[in-house]
């Protein structure tokens, strides 16, 4: 007699997750809000090669794309990197110019429990270089150590503040000086074995459809302006790109326009974006 297949309790759970928004980016996601204080502990990511915090990297601002995951960095091909390399190949200024602008940007990422909103388990916090930066220093700080440490660690004050004058915002994290406990034994458990998994974030595009983005900006840039144009080949297709002076890239979201010129603020728009994958 055939033996019957165990169903798969968890994966049904997940499904059911999914199908009512429990996994969606904004429940998954936190971001300090402007003009507050708020206070966080941090958590290292497991089976990461011994770094608390884990890092992607997206080109930015490429069309009507405020950030696309770049193949590159999971042994994919990529079209947009092979472009950047012909371009810097290429040896003109222009060239020079533009590859620059396609440049990928690192994006940081670490679970946190918010201090006050326990009941809404881990979360993943993304940021950018400064902020990546200082808490890598504070984990050096012989004061501090192993901030992410469940037992004796410490939590950390984030304050996002727009200066007057500024356009945007700027995040500061500051340690507590007391270390203390993550949480009770039940919770520590619970929130070591509930981390996010960042894979579910985001959309690898494939190749072609990279392709097709990188193209199709390229060919808006030289439509937008009646500047000097050359031709750039990606990978067998052939396109016309501007460049004197590309048009500022916008996003759109509903019917209004968005044009990103600090990376905070485009990430603000991918993750607040619910995708059915």
């Known amino acids: 007699m055939e033996e019957k297949m165990a169903i798969d309790f968890d994966a049904i759970r997940n499904k059911l997750n999914q199908l009512s928004g429990n996994n969606s980016k904004r429940n998954m ?12 502990r941090l958590l290292s990511f497991p089976d990461n090669d011994g770094q608390p915090f884990k890092e992607l990297w997206f080109y ?15 042994g994919k091909p990529d079209p947009i990197k092979e472009l950047i390399n012909k371009l810097r190949d290429e040896g003109s200024k222009e060239s020079y110019e533009l590859a620059k602008k396609l440049y990928p940007k690192m994006r940081s990422y670490a679970p946190v429990v918010v201090r006050g909103e326990e009941d809404k ?4 916090w993304s940021f950018g270089k400064t902020v990546y930066q200082s808490l890598l220093n504070i984990m050096l700080d012989p004061d501090y150590g192993d901030i992410t440490d469940v037992h004796g660690g410490h939590d950390i004050k984030v304050t996002c503040t727009k200066q007057p004058g500024k356009m945007f915002a700027m995040t500061e994290v500051m340690p507590r000086p007391k270390p203390t406990k993550l949480g009770t034994k039940t919770q520590i458990d619970t929130w070591t074995t509930s981390i996010p998994n960042l894979d579910d974030l985001y959309q690898l595009k494939s190749y072609e459809q990279l392709e097709n983005i990188i193209n199709a900006w390229l060919a ?3 439509a937008a302006n009646d500047s000097e144009t050359s031709t750039t080949t990606t990978t067998g297709s052939t396109v016309t790109r501007n460049t004197h002076k590309p048009k500022k890239t916008t996003a759109k979201s509903g019917s209004t326009d968005k044009s990103f010129d600090d990376i905070d603020e ?12």
């Open 29 to 40: 996601l936190w971001r300090p809000q402007e003009g507050e204080e708020a206070t966080v």
């Open 60 to 74: 930015y601002n490429i069309g009507n794309n405020p950030g696309l995951l770049a193949p590159y960095q999971f």
């Open 121 to 124: 388990g881990v979360r993943l």
């Open 220 to 222: 808006g840039d030289d």
């Open 266 to 277: 485009a990430f603000k728009d991918l993750e607040g974006e619910d995708f059915p994958f």
